[in-house]
């Protein structure tokens, strides 16, 4: 209703992503880690080509990298590129 397209676990040829949020201007990429930092998440959206798909796409790309703590029960950090 919101104009969002979501999807979670989007297959690739070597992964899936964990989560695609597209709108008509933006296609954003979230990838999330447990107890991780959430760089690791960016250098496995990196790493397995997640942006790849959308190389062509005119909309701008954001890549999300999102931890959370098991221990503080929350997300602990993020990064957008």
Do not use: H
Request: glycine residues 4%.
């Amino acid at each position: 209703m919101l104009g969002f397209y979501t999807k979670v676990e989007r297959p690739t040829s070597e992964s899936r992503m964990d989560m695609v949020i597209e709108t008509k201007d933006y296609v954003y990429i979230v990838e999330f880690k447990l107890n991780a930092a959430p760089e690791e998440a960016l250098k496995q959206i990196e790493e397995k080509g997640y942006a790849k798909p959308f190389a062509m796409d005119s909309r701008k790309l954001y890549r999300i990298g999102v931890n959370f703590s098991l221990e503080k029960r929350c997300i602990d950090g993020w990064i957008i590129d």
